[in-house]
């Protein structure tokens, strides 16, 4: 069987966006904190390399202010925890989590159990390459490619105290929301 051809994509907004490309050429940003932006870096935690990703989950979602509204959490199968998607559904937000390969329905009734094991039904069911598709788990991507931009403003941190480290990280994270802000490219699928 043959894979299916991915979609084409187009960018709508040329002309707004090369303008933005070139009011990117400074470093002079203001910022609004009143402002919602698009595609921001909403929370930060940064750990030693003994600490892994999925444990930090539901300190990073309590530096979200409660009465702002969190619609999908998209994250790796590492944060298929019990944690994690009690943490997401305790915020009234939709875990976009796949489910571990050797995974098993979860017997405990909360509701990130309910929701963790109707996404391992559904991968089931579709198979875990629809799963992703169907559930926009694609868009975890952007996330990946952010990253990869806040290690482009610098391939290593020169501070050596680690409170040093976490101001700059958080430095590159505020030019990157800055740059966002201005715009980005609106893109549509056409094939």
Not at 52 to 78: F, N, R
């Amino acid at each position: 069987m043959s894979r299916p051809t991915p979609p084409t994509y187009k960018t709508t907004n040329w002309p707004d966006d090369n303008d933005v490309l070139k009011k990117r050429g400074s470093l002079a940003i203001w910022f609004d904190p009143e402002m919602c932006w698009t595609l921001e870096v909403r929370a930060v935690e940064i750990t030693g390399s003994h600490i892994g990703d999925a444990p930090v989950l539901p300190d990073l979602l309590s530096q979200i202010p409660a009465d702002q509204e969190i619609g999908s959490v998209t994250a790796d199968g590492a944060y298929d925890t019990r944690k994690c998607h009690n943490a997401i559904a305790d915020r009234g937000a939709a875990a976009v989590i796949p489910p571990r390969k050797n995974a098993k329905p979860w017997k405990t009734v909360t509701a990130g159990a309910v929701a963790r094991n109707e996404a391992l039904r559904a991968s089931k069911y579709l198979g875990r390459a629809l799963w992703r598709r169907w559930s926009g788990y694609h868009r975890r991507s952007r996330v990946e490619t952010k990253m990869h931009c806040v290690k482009l403003l610098g391939q290593r941190l020169m501070a050596r105290a680690f409170e040093r480290q976490v101001a700059d990280i958080q430095v590159r994270f505020a030019v990157l929301n800055g740059y966002t802000a201005l715009g980005i490219p609106v893109t549509e699928a056409v094939g």
